[in-house]
């Protein structure tokens, strides 16, 4: 059975870090299309990065650029979200998303949600 699992979640400061982790299970997650959404209260939810197979192309939505590293490990079939720089506007629910990369690109992933796969998500929340 394919499954994502999300981890690394929790209540952090503004200004912290936390990783989040999407394992892939029942399938090779090297050969999707991967990644992360989230959903604010009240709010739909969006990408917010993507990454390519290879992991040579990424995308991130313009609010967490140069706070935000997506990355994968082939060798253990996961995905990371290293986030950076925690602000309150980052509390959300986080999904990991993937996308057979036959199916789609890291443009249309991130561009249109197209995703085939989600995880349960993980909470993140940033308050003093």
């Known amino acids: 059975q394919l499954q994502l699992v999300e981890s690394g979640g929790g209540l952090v400061q503004p200004g912290g870090s936390l990783r989040l982790s999407c394992v892939g299970s029942g399938f090779l997650l090297g050969t999707y299309t991967v990644g992360w959404f989230r959903q604010a209260p009240g709010k739909a939810r969006d990408a917010i990065s993507c990454?390519?197979?290879?992991?040579?192309?990424?995308r991130y939505v313009d609010s967490v650029k140069g706070r935000f590293a997506i990355s994968r490990d082939r060798s253990k079939n996961t995905v990371y979200l290293q986030m950076n720089s925690l602000n309150p506007e980052d509390t959300a629910i986080y999904f990991c998303?993937?996308?057979?990369?036959?199916?789609?690109?890291?443009?249309?992933?991130?561009?249109?949600?197209?995703?085939?796969?989600w995880g349960q998500g993980t909470q993140v929340t940033v308050s003093s």
């Open positions: 990454i390519s197979t290879t992991g040579a192309t990424k």
């Open positions: 998303a993937a996308l057979p990369a036959s199916r789609g690109t890291v443009a249309q992933m991130c561009d249109m949600g197209r995703a085939d796969n």
